[in-house]
């Protein structure tokens, strides 16, 4: 690895809990930075307590959120750097696996027809599954797993979707609960920002994550080309399938609990791989650092830019679309 990447890979990484932690002081109520070391200090058993507002505003307000930030920047730049190595193709994200919409018709079906009490990221995680499962079952069933069935069964299938989830809207029952559902898919990482929602995250991002680092080495073979990948004795198909899984997973999982959140897994990887190089064993690993730091950053913004919090959704579209195109004319070197 030249220098300059090197140097690259360390500030992304030396980048990440150095963001969140200067988080933690922003918010819209005032506390001092030594009033806020405090609360994290006698989080660890450093000190004494700095006061029940402190503590309640630092550890169970801002802190759940920013690790909530935190894991949906990983889980979203992780999986959007794998497919989009996988499929040879800078231009996908977890969007292309329907996983977006299969979320968002869940979460608009629960939202406008059962009843309050009703856990909405159960069914928009369930949704999620299946309309990744449905895109897996055509793409298998008349492709055999290429990478030209994967992706037009996901057309097909968020197609699908998206017009399910219109439908739903139309047919909501109120303007109430329209207006829960358009709120909803506008994004917001307030929604997982306590620790129970961000132990649910973690417990199947991490595992997922983790394997897809052990399992990064192979995303260079995918990205060969099918004859290259089973000449060095790979099966594509059956690795696409699993790599598939875990970023289904990934995405579905935080999807679920803080809404449509565009952009990111689209991003990030081009970011990496500018400064990184293109060898899936360092982007896959420096995605999971800069994702990170790009979900903090934004819903930093997010909560802090206006008097009234924006939707992080629309916040990542506007700040990856011009990006989007610079990276674009810069990062043409790189997939050829």
């Keep these: ?3 300059r990447r090197g140097l690259a890979g360390f500030l992304t990484v030396a980048s990440t809990p150095l963001v969140i932690l200067l988080s933690l002081f922003l918010g819209r109520y005032p506390l001092p930075p030594g009033r806020v070391l405090d609360c994290l200090a006698y989080a660890l058993h450093l000190s004494h307590s700095p006061g029940e507002a402190a503590l309640a ?8 959120r920013v690790v909530a930030a935190a894991v949906t920047g990983v889980a979203l730049s992780v999986s959007g750097a794998a ?9 996908v994200d977890t969007y292309i696996l329907s996983i977006a919409a ?19 990221e159960l069914l928009a995680f369930a949704m999620a599954l299946a309309a990744f499962f449905t895109v897996l079952a055509i793409a298998w069933g008349w492709g055999g797993g290429s990478i030209i069935a994967l992706v037009l069964s996901g057309v097909i299938v968020n197609a699908f979707f998206s017009a399910m989830l219109s439908l739903v809207k139309y047919f909501a029952p109120n303007p109430h609960k329209l207006a829960s559902i358009v709120y909803w898919l506008m994004g917001d990482i307030g929604q997982a920002a ?15 994550t983790l394997i897809l680092l052990a399992l ?3 995303l260079n073979l995918l990205s060969l080309g099918d004859e290259e990948a089973m000449a060095l004795g790979v099966n594509p198909a059956r690795e696409r399938l699993i790599v598939a899984v875990l970023c289904a997973l990934l995405a579905a999982a935080v999807t679920s609990y803080t809404g449509i959140i565009g952009w990111v897994g689209l991003i990030v990887p081009h970011i990496v791989r500018l400064a990184t190089g293109s060898d899936n ?4 690993l420096y995605s999971v650092f800069a994702g990170a730091t790009y979900m903090v950053l934004a819903d930093d913004l997010a909560r802090t830019l206006l008097p009234e919090e924006l939707p992080i959704g629309v916040l990542t579209t506007l700040m990856g679309a011009p990006l989007f195109i610079y990276l674009l004319r810069r990062a043409g070197r790189v997939w050829r």
């Design 83 to 91: 497919l989009q190595s996988m499929l040879r193709n800078p231009l």
């Design 1 to 3: 690895m030249s220098p």
């Design 194 to 208: 306590y620790w129970p929602i961000v132990a649910r995250m973690l417990a199947l991002t991490l595992p997922a």
């Design 281 to 284: 064993r360092r982007v896959i």
């Design 216 to 218: 990064r080495w192979r």
């Design 102 to 120: 299969g979320a968002g018709f869940g979460a608009a079906l629960a939202l406008a027809f059962l009843p309050p009490g009703f856990p909405v």
């Design 57 to 64: 505003i630092v550890l169970l307000y801002r802190a759940p």
